[in-house]
């Protein structure tokens, strides 16, 4: 079964609206990414975090927050959700001290 | 900061023959990882190979291997005997510093897309 999960897998926002993305992993992994891919940039990374609580800001964070209130959970949060945030957006999981990340199946989030 | 570039933007090759992709990277770092992803048409991502920095051999898993050539930092994936499912994305990635620090984040090239027809 998978190990990683998103939900939504599709969703259709309006500009200015509010959109909370969420992750759910079970590999008990004390690290969860948040990237969005976009055809010609490849994957980037949004937010990551260590552990339960804690939230670091990857390399486009801007107009996005992240919530990390298990170790099991990973949220992405749009605020205000922009054109220019419509992407597929990707979370992972990795452990502690390992190197592979493991993905989940993507969102695919338009925004109107 | 840490660059991954991966120029090729699609292959083509023919069923059972060889494949060959480049990457190269950037860093300050006297220490670092490198992997290769691949992404399938369903959108799976899925983790295939990694060669440590201060390793000097090439790493080897199944039939996918690495050509490290740290003085050009450039670290080719090769695909050998490919058959029609190694279609597919092929991001290489990178990692900085030791492990752990920084969440092990990684940065991604844009990656290569595969075409293994019949």
């Known amino acids: 079964e998978a190990a990683v999960t998103q939900s939504p897998r599709n969703k259709v926002a309006v500009t200015g609206g509010k959109v909370t993305l969420s992750c759910n992993q079970t590999n008990n992994h004390n690290n969860m990414y948040w990237y969005r891919q976009d055809t010609g940039h490849g994957l980037r990374l949004i937010h990551y975090s260590y552990g339960a609580g804690s939230t670091e800001k990857g390399d486009i964070p801007d107009g996005y927050k992240a919530s990390r209130p298990s170790q099991e959970n990973f949220s992405l949060i749009l605020e205000l959700a922009t054109p220019s945030q419509t992407s597929v957006y990707f979370c992972a999981s990795g452990a502690w001290g390992g190197d592979e990340q493991y993905f989940g199946p993507g969102t695919r989030l338009t925004v109107l | 900061a840490q660059k991954v570039t991966q120029t090729q933007t699609s292959i083509s090759v023919v069923e059972k023959t060889t494949v060959t992709m480049d990457c190269v990277y950037e860093t300050r770092d006297s220490s670092y990882f490198l992997f290769w992803y691949k992404q399938t048409a369903s959108g799976e991502i899925v983790f295939l190979i990694r060669q440590d920095s201060y390793k000097k051999e090439n790493a080897t898993v199944g039939h996918y291997s690495l050509n490290f050539q740290k003085p050009k930092s450039s670290i080719g994936l090769i695909i050998t005997a490919t058959q029609i499912e190694d279609s597919a994305v092929y991001f290489c990635?990178?990692?900085?510093?030791?492990?752990?620090?920084?969440?092990?984040?990684?940065?991604f090239g844009i990656g290569t897309r595969v075409l293994v027809r019949p």
């Open positions: 990635a990178m990692r900085e510093g030791l492990t752990n620090s920084a969440g092990n984040k990684l940065t």
